[in-house]
């Protein structure tokens, strides 16, 4: 079984800056996409960005120019940068990732952590 556990979030500045870090545990072989979601109260759940096991990455408009995502192969691990925060980034953001049920099988499992939540306000 796989976990993803979400952690960095917190209470920052607008203008400020967080990385947020989303690690996977559990019996994997690889990780295919991974990605970073959120959910603002009263919204739905949103993509704001994914990567993929190559590295090739995107975002969403509103974000673009201020996160950068990331990720480490080898520790199972992604990364969302957040510079130049804004009020309107207020969420729950969580990550997700795309994992092969076995070794070089086409099936896979989609992965959701928990959630952490990051508020921007004065």
């Known amino acids: 079984q796989v976990q993803l556990v979400e952690s960095g979030g917190g209470l920052v500045q607008p203008g400020g800056s967080l990385r947020l870090s989303c690690a996977a545990s559990?019996?994997?072989?690889?990780?295919?996409?991974m990605g970073w979601y959120r959910q603002a109260l009263g919204k739905q759940r949103e993509l704001v960005a994914d990567?993929?096991?190559?590295?090739?990455?995107n975002y969403a408009d509103s974000v673009k120019g201020r996160f950068t995502i990331s990720r480490d192969n080898a520790k199972n691990t992604v990364y969302l940068q957040m510079n130049s925060l804004k009020p309107e980034d207020t969420a729950v953001y969580y990550c997700n990732a795309d994992i092969p049920k076995r070794y070089y099988s086409p099936l896979t499992t989609t992965v959701w952590g928990q959630g952490t939540l990051v508020t921007v306000s004065s």
């Open positions: 559990g019996s994997i072989f690889s990780i295919n996409a």
């Open positions: 990567i993929t096991s190559g590295g090739s990455t």
